[in-house]
């Protein structure tokens, strides 16, 4: 159960997160390497750096996490994709190059932490969890 509790409350974040980058008034002036999409271009929240590629990404994460919710199985794919997704991001960067993904979208600075920390519990998720009907005998307090 915590696992569907994982995707459904990480969906509802990144959705409205996505949702939020879109908001000028959120947004600072972007303090990073120039991007072939300029479009959205900022700071959400002074903070983490975001443009039109990159709040779309989180809007698509949002709402696959929100339609995985339905059944266990679901939410742990969700789970193992999105830790590769989001770790492989994070790690992207620390690398000069990758770390706008090509122009495309910035993933330096705060994002760097956040997709790694975001990654590292949804594969705890998608790998350490079982449903509760494998674990006959198992606490009941311990429900995932």
């Known amino acids: 159960m915590r696992t569907r509790y994982f995707a459904l409350i990480v969906g509802i974040v990144y959705l409205l997160v996505g949702v939020l980058g879109f908001i000028p008034a959120l947004l600072a002036p972007p303090a990073g390497p120039p991007l072939a999409v300029e479009a959205g271009y900022g700071r959400l929240f002074g903070l983490f750096p975001v443009n039109l590629v990159h709040n779309l990404v989180h809007i698509a994460a949002g709402i ?3 339609a995985a919710w339905r059944t266990f199985t679901n939410a742990r794919a969700f789970s193992r994709g999105f830790a590769v ?45 079982v449903p509760a009907t494998a674990r006959v005998g198992a606490d009941h307090r311990t429900e995932r």
Do not use: Q, R
Request: proline share 4%; net charge negative; aromatic share 22%.
């Open 64 to 66: 696959w996490g929100i």
């Open 85 to 129: 997704i989001f770790l492989v991001l994070g790690v992207f960067g620390f690398i000069p190059g990758f770390a706008t993904l090509f122009g495309l979208t910035p993933l330096y600075g705060h994002d760097v932490w956040l997709h790694l920390i975001s990654g590292a519990v949804a594969a705890y998720f998608g790998w350490a969890s």
